[in-house]
């Protein structure tokens, strides 16, 4: 199946830590780059962290420094650890995944899948 998997998330108090997972275990899913989105009520998503297939990460302004993108053992999935968490860090993080198809349906054709979306909240 072409679908993203996602884990973790939940409560946790400022100056801690928690960790995502995000993965496309589906055997006819090629991820070319895979990482988190965020969205915060009332304000617009926002870049958080990705990896792509050269193993090269990006980082968000507000995340960088703090967050930490790296694989995971499993096939197509990423962790994303979330140290030192402030009250900002709180929303949505939606996973997502730009890829390609090898599902002989439909070989070589590009992907954009989307997490069905974590809450993380920050408590002061």
């Known amino acids: 199946q072409e679908e993203l998997v996602e884990s973790g998330g939940g409560l946790v108090q400022a100056g801690g830590s928690l960790t995502l997972s995000c993965g496309a275990p589906?055997?006819?899913?090629?991820?070319?780059?895979i990482g988190w989105y965020r969205q915060a009520p009332g304000k617009e998503r926002e870049f958080v962290a990705s990896l792509d297939g050269s193993r090269e990460t990006q980082y968000g302004d507000s995340v960088n420094g703090r967050f930490t993108i790296s694989k995971a053992s499993a096939r197509n999935t990423v962790v994303l650890e979330m140290n030192r968490m402030k009250g900002e860090d709180t929303a949505v993080y939606l996973c997502f995944a730009y890829g390609w198809s090898a599902n002989l349906s439909h070989y070589g054709r590009a992907l954009e899948l989307w997490g069905q979306g974590t809450q993380v909240t920050v408590s002061s």
């Open positions: 589906g055997r006819t899913v090629n991820v070319n780059r």
